[in-house]
């Protein structure tokens, strides 16, 4: 069976005054996917999410929803539920009253208002509030009335432009897994905006990563985190360590790289680049792919002796500044070795895996 596209965004431009801040957009979202936007401040994705819901005409490109073309469409037409980032409650309605509100602009009858507020707020597990006003709500709450009264209308797409980014840290994560289950429950096709790579890859299908209004990648979190299309693909989504040097040799599908401080480095080639000796690269491994020792290792390709400088116990893991032949990196240790402890200046030894390497040709400019 044929896929069905709910939303297909054919080459979109937009400009304020003479500025371009999206161009050439090409993306087709199919029904049911949850797709987020993600990117850095100021990259275009408010400004695209605007553009699908409405408020924002394309200077280029044709947008089209369930296959029409929604070019000059108002907002209002679009059947779309939309939750920003700022709680956009009345605040002299109650609860339930802001549900019912899209309701009671479509004419429906009293008693399907009353079911359907009824039911969408047992659906955000908030059946218990319908009374109160939105002041007497916490933050976390006032968000999910937000998202019961975009879902309430039924909308063929929702739109969620940062709806957690005002949330402390573990209401955050809450409601991350709420949409997620909302999502698994209803399947309503979602577009996402965040800035957070942690949120675009615990929720969506796919991810669109956006930098200076252009489309870097756009893949699913799998294929955005471990096959980057870019190197600033792969520093944005995660911390990680990057090291220059030039192709010392290839075998078969190994790939040697020496870095500027002597580092021997294995990567697996054959991937996305073909490279030729002497040719300059740059080198990333996240920090997490590094394993450390206090035994000396036999210095060779992907294993080097050097010194521990400062480490950070974080819970979860310890975060390790290591020197390694003048290269200052990151190691995170989830599990320490048997009789292992830490403490500056210590001789430590480093290595880690072919597969776990990302080599890019440097960029120019
Ligand atoms: P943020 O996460 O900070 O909201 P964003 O990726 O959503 O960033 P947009 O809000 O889409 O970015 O903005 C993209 C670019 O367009 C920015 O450079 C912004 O300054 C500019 N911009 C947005 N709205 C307007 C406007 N109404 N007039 C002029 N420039 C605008």
Redesign the pocket.
């Known amino acids: 069976m044929s896929k069905v596209i709910d939303v297909e965004l054919r080459s979109i431009m937009k400009k304020?005054q003479n500025?371009i801040?999206v161009q050439d957009f090409n993306l087709q979202v199919e029904q049911g996917e949850f797709v987020s936007f993600l990117?850095p401040?100021?990259?275009?994705?408010?400004?695209t999410l605007n553009m699908i819901a409405g408020f924002l005409e394309p200077d280029g490109g044709d947008l089209l929803i369930k296959g029409q073309r929604m070019n000059g469409v108002p907002p209002y037409k679009r059947e779309l539920g939309m939750v920003f980032q700022t709680y956009s409650l009345f605040p002299h309605m109650t609860v339930a009253e802001n549900v019912a509100y899209g309701l009671k602009l479509r004419k429906l009858s009293k008693a399907e208002i009353q079911e359907r507020v009824k039911r969408v707020l047992e659906l955000v597990k908030l059946p218990h509030v319908a009374d109160r006003y939105p002041k007497q709500l916490s933050g976390g709450q006032r968000q999910r009335i937000a998202i019961a009264r975009a879902l309430v209308i039924e909308p063929s797409l929702l739109l969620l432009d940062e709806p957690l980014s005002n949330l402390d840290a573990k209401l955050r994560e809450e409601l991350r897994d709420e949409l997620k289950r909302l999502h698994q429950e209803i399947g309503v096709t979602t577009i996402f905006?965040t800035?957070d790579q942690e949120e675009a890859l615990s929720l969506s299908d796919r991810i669109v990563v956006l930098n200076h209004g252009f489309v870097e990648q756009i893949g699913t979190p799998e294929d955005i985190y471990n096959r980057p299309a870019s190197e600033f693909v792969h520093t944005f989504i995660g911390k990680t360590n990057r090291l220059e040097g030039e192709v010392a040799g290839i075998e078969g599908d190994a790939l040697f790289v020496k870095t500027d401080g002597g580092l021997l480095i294995e990567a697996r080639g054959g991937g996305r680049y073909a490279f030729a000796p002497g040719q300059k690269t740059v080198v990333f491994i996240r920090p997490e792919k590094i394993g450390l020792s206090d035994q000396p290792v036999e210095e060779g390709a992907n294993r080097a002796n050097g010194k521990l400088r400062i480490s950070s116990f974080l819970g979860s893991y310890t975060e390790c500044d290591v020197t390694l032949k003048g290269h200052s990196m990151s190691v995170k240790v989830q599990k320490l070795e048997k009789g292992m402890s830490f403490s500056p200046e210590k001789a430590i030894s480093c290595s880690w895996e072919p597969e776990d390497v990302l080599v890019m040709p440097v960029e120019r400019g």
Do not use: E, Y
């Open positions: 304020f500025n801040v990117g401040s100021g990259c275009g994705k408010t400004t905006v800035h």
